[in-house]
């Protein structure tokens, strides 16, 4: 599996949970931070279209939700799926928690990031807090109708 965590969880979280999923730097997840490959501010179309064509692919987390943003431009909850990149969406009260909350969230549904990986590329997924522990939900993407 690999997955590519962007802005959402700082890079030091990211090499922790490296750690945690790979012990005695033995390989089995790959993790990388959006920061280690692309330069800060670059543009989500850019980097989506790059890590869209590798194999095999990437599973994308992100705390953007494309909410109140007032941008014109698409965001990763729509560029994700038009690509084909699955990605699993933060939702706002775990964005809003520490970088902690948010590893402990992506241990606890492990299981489920490795099952979302195999999913029809393009798929979303929403991470929620629920009662003591978190959710993995599919995100459908509901088009509007000016888009057609």
């Known amino acids: 599996m690999r997955l590519l965590a962007d802005e959402c969880i700082p890079r030091r979280a990211v090499e922790k949970l490296r750690e945690l999923r790979n012990p005695r730097d033995e390989i089995v997840t790959e993790m990388v931070h959006l920061l280690d490959r692309f330069e800060q501010g670059s543009a989500d179309d850019h980097w989506v279209e790059r890590i869209a064509a590798e194999t095999p692919p990437f599973l994308v987390i992100t705390g953007d939700r494309a909410v109140n943003t007032g941008r014109k431009d698409p965001r990763l909850p729509v560029l994700l799926p038009q690509a084909g990149v699955n990605g699993i969406l933060l939702t706002g009260k775990l964005q809003q928690r520490p970088a902690f909350e948010k590893i402990r969230a992506l241990m606890y549904v492990w299981p489920m990031l490795e099952q979302a990986v195999e999913l029809t590329r393009g798929t ?17 993407l509901v088009w509007p109708r000016s888009a057609f």
């Open 124 to 140: 979303r997924c929403r991470l929620s807090p629920h009662g003591d522990g978190y959710r993995l939900q599919k995100w459908p």
